[in-house]
């Protein structure tokens, strides 16, 4: 969404349930549930089950799988945009991210909406603002005709870790919101969400000034674990519980007229175990809307 005027906090407090402004996205994995490469096919198939709700998906990693050359090919077939991922945590993925784009972009500018450097790279304390801001500029010049930005969790944009991406002419921004980690009770999750995006988007755009209405701003990504996933504090992982943060958190924030993109389309079993900030299981095998084998989990509907 480009906002052009602030939105006041206190609607945070209570979103209303009505037909969605803003435009339903998807986190999409490159592997099958056996952590095999997914071709083509594997991503027309994806494609046909997430065109109920959407004709966009974002990746992380362009090279990952070489996932770049099957993804445009679905996403012609299927009539799908795609926001590309580049890794740049270590030198060989940035590069190896960049070469893949620079062999799949040009002559597909046509369903590739933008590419972001950096997933919660602020976060991890990979790169300072200064440092992010550089690499984003490397790819920027690569692909003129492209928006290129970064995903990084909320908080990073709200206390400034990221000031110098917004003073720099970044104009595309994710923004991660989780209510779960931050070990919220399913009751607190939604006002927790819009509280954290608030914060986020009003830092921004008192930095921009001017060019605020320029600037793109979504959620990059938020979601609830479903049965079979871990607890984390006071948030607890069900199914009931996903059922509700999408039909009042996500569905909210989009008929707040903000773009969201949720963690995650489809479960990816394959990926590893993983502990939490509070030294407990934290994995992420089951965010999907879908379970691994394309199979709706609960009714959607905004």
Same mark, same amino acid.
């Given at each position: 969404?480009?906002? /052009?005027?602030?939105?006041?906090?206190?609607?945070?407090?209570?979103?209303?349930? #009505?037909?969605?402004?803003?435009? !339903?996205?998807? &986190?999409?994995? #490159?592997?099958? *549930?056996?952590? /095999?490469?997914? =071709?083509? *096919?594997?991503?027309?198939?994806?494609? %046909? #089950? !997430?065109?109920?709700?959407?004709?966009?998906?974002?990746t992380y990693a362009a090279s990952d799988c070489n996932n770049a050359p099957a993804i445009v090919k679905a996403a012609k077939s299927k009539?799908?945009?795609?926001?590309?991922?580049?890794?740049? %945590?270590? @030198?060989?993925?940035?590069?190896?991210?960049?070469?893949?784009?620079?062999?799949?972009?040009?002559?597909? @500018?046509?369903?590739?909406? *933008?590419?972001?450097?950096?997933? @919660?790279?602020l976060y991890r304390g990979n790169f300072t603002g200064p440092e992010l801001l550089e690499k984003i500029q490397d790819v920027q010049k690569?692909?003129?005709?492209?928006?290129?930005?970064?995903?990084?969790?909320?908080?990073?944009?709200?206390?400034?870790? =990221?000031?110098?991406?917004?003073?720099?002419?970044?104009?595309?921004?994710?923004?991660?919101?989780? *209510?779960?980690?931050?070990?919220?009770?399913?009751?607190?999750?939604?006002?927790?969400?819009?509280d954290d995006m608030m914060q986020a988007i009003n830092h921004i755009q008192q930095l921009a000034g001017s060019n605020a209405k320029d600037?793109?701003?979504?959620?990059? @990504?938020?979601?609830?674990?479903? +049965?079979?996933?871990?607890?984390?504090?006071?948030?607890? &992982?069900?199914?009931?519980? =996903?059922?509700?943060?999408?039909?009042?958190?996500?569905?909210?924030?989009? =008929?707040?007229? #903000?773009?969201?993109?949720?963690?995650?389309?489809?479960?990816?079993?394959?990926?590893?175990?993983?502990?939490?900030?509070?030294?407990?299981? &934290?994995?992420?095998?089951?965010?999907?809307?879908?379970?691994? +084998?394309?199979?709706?989990?609960?009714?959607?509907?905004?």
């Amino acid at each position: 969404m480009r906002f /052009s005027s602030f939105v006041p906090l206190a609607l945070a407090a209570a979103p209303v349930a #009505v037909s969605a402004a803003g435009q !339903l996205g998807f &986190a999409l994995g #490159v592997k099958n *549930a056996d952590g /095999s490469c997914k =071709a083509a *096919a594997d991503f027309e198939k994806d494609f %046909d #089950v !997430l065109k109920a709700h959407t004709n966009t998906v974002r990746t992380y990693a362009a090279s990952d799988c070489n996932n770049a050359p099957a993804i445009v090919k679905a996403a012609k077939s299927k009539d799908f945009k795609i926001i590309f991922g580049i890794w740049p %945590d270590v @030198e060989e993925s940035f590069e190896a991210d960049k070469a893949a784009l620079k062999k799949t972009v040009p002559g597909n @500018e046509d369903v590739i909406t *933008a590419i972001t450097v950096g997933s @919660e790279t602020l976060y991890r304390g990979n790169f300072t603002g200064p440092e992010l801001l550089e690499k984003i500029q490397d790819v920027q010049k690569l692909f003129p005709t492209v928006p290129v930005g970064t995903a990084d969790s909320w908080n990073k944009y709200a206390d400034g870790t =990221a000031d110098a991406l917004i003073a720099g002419g970044v104009k595309y921004f994710l923004v991660n919101a989780f *209510a779960f980690w931050q070990g919220q009770d399913i009751k607190n999750a939604t006002a927790t969400f819009f509280d954290d995006m608030m914060q986020a988007i009003n830092h921004i755009q008192q930095l921009a000034g001017s060019n605020a209405k320029d600037i793109y701003i979504a959620t990059g @990504e938020t979601g609830w674990p479903t +049965d079979g996933g871990t607890d984390y504090d006071d948030a607890k &992982a069900g199914t009931a519980n =996903a059922k509700r943060f999408h039909d009042e958190g996500v569905c909210g924030m989009l =008929a707040w007229g #903000v773009d969201v993109f949720f963690f995650e389309a489809f479960d990816e079993p394959w990926k590893p175990k993983s502990m939490g900030e509070n030294g407990y299981a &934290a994995d992420e095998t089951h965010w999907g809307m879908y379970t691994a +084998d394309r199979k709706p989990k609960y009714t959607v509907s905004c």
